[in-house]
Nanobody, 116 residues
Framework: QVQLVESGGGLVQPGGSLRLSCVAS????????AGWYRQAPGKQRELVAA???????NYGDSVKGRFTISRDNAKNTVYLQMNSLKPEDTAVYYC??????????WGQGTQVTVSS
């Protein structure tokens, strides 16, 4: 079993920035695809960003050019740098580690609120 713990959420004004962190209880991000998802009230959970163990990352259309996913395998940590935040970015953000259908883990989520 793997625990994922997110941090870094909070309240930020439109146009501001936040960096989310996700720490894994063991070294998995060198093997598992790392991802960030979000879920706003009344909406389905959606992919924000995903980083495979090799190759290019991919981003949801609404965050391209504003958000960046990165990984530090030595620290078992994945980051999501969020810039130029908009009110529609308000959601609970979840960290994800995916290998296959039988090996997938989620964090508990961290709230991001973008409001003036």
């Amino acid at each position: 079993q793997v625990q994922l713990v997110e941090s870094g959420g909070g309240l930020v004004q439109p146009g501001g920035s936040l960096r989310l962190s996700c720490v894994a209880s063991r070294r998995i991000f060198s093997i598992y695809r790392a991802g960030w998802y979000r879920q706003a009230p009344g909406k389905q959970r959606e992919l924000v960003a995903a980083m495979p163990t090799s190759g290019s990352s991919n981003y949801g259309d609404s965050v391209k050019g504003r958000f960046t996913i990165s990984r530090d395998n030595a620290k078992n940590t994945v980051y999501l740098q969020m810039n130029s935040l908009k009110p529609e970015d308000t959601a609970v953000y979840y960290c994800n580690a995916y290998l296959n259908s039988w090996n997938e883990f989620w964090g508990q989520g961290t709230q991001v609120t973008v409001s003036s």
